[in-house]
């Protein structure tokens, strides 16, 4: 558990650190500080390392959840497999082949594989940070005891309906916004969670209402 739990809290902390990466260059992006398309490369690059980050502290809650509760975090790690693989596919391909494509003027923003509102690419990353949610949703279940940790990853969750109508409704991409702060708050609960230091002679095996650990 104790490897367990390094890895959980660095990769939550990277999940948190890759969030604020994407979020800051969206703030200037939106603000057009950023040219086109090269505001692409800062929003996609930490949000490539983000995927791997945030499915590897998923599966360590799985690890720390208790034995009743699994279904919950297993189905987290479930649609954070699907988010991972689904955002892997579109950021990988659009820093390799659409992006220097751009630049060298070789395609233009009508191209089918072009990454703006209500592209084809765009619709699969909505779907991939509709799996996020769904995962963040799912797991929170498993920590209904550990109350600032349910809230966190379960308010991420709740932003589900809005990723999805913001696709088709350009507005709610404001109120999906939100998301630079219940993500980053849904980790670091998540990286506090896994910095609880235990003695080498206790073994976890459930929390309690206060989310402390039982001695076994």
Request: proline content about 5%; overall charge neutral.
């Amino acid at each position: 558990m104790k490897t367990v739990g390094k890895i959980g809290y660095w990769s939550a902390i990277l999940s948190t650190i890759f969030a604020i990466g994407y979020s800051v260059p969206q703030i200037f992006s939106t603000l057009k500080l950023i040219p086109h398309p090269q505001d692409l490369v800062w929003l996609f690059v930490p949000s490539l390392f983000l995927a791997p980050a945030f499915l590897i502290a998923i599966i360590c809650l799985h690890y720390y959840s208790d034995e009743n509760l699994k279904i919950w975090t297993a189905l987290g790690v479930a649609f954070a497999l699907l988010y991972a693989g689904d955002i892997s596919l579109v950021y990988f391909t659009q820093l390799t082949v659409i992006i220097p494509q751009l630049l060298k003027n070789e395609i233009t923003e009508t191209h089918v594989l072009a990454f703006h509102s209500k592209s084809f690419l765009m619709a699969v990353d909505c779907l991939g940070y509709f799996f996020m949610s769904l995962s963040t949703f799912f797991a929170a279940f498993a920590f209904s005891n550990v109350k600032w940790l349910f809230r966190g990853l379960l308010y991420n969750g709740l932003l589900l309906p809005v990723l999805v109508l913001a696709f088709f409704y350009p507005v709610f991409y404001y109120v999906g916004a939100l998301w630079m702060i219940t993500f980053p708050v849904a980790m670091l609960n998540t990286a506090r969670l896994f910095r609880e230091k235990l003695p080498d002679t206790w073994h976890v095996k459930a929390l309690d209402a206060e989310g402390q650990f039982l001695k076994s």
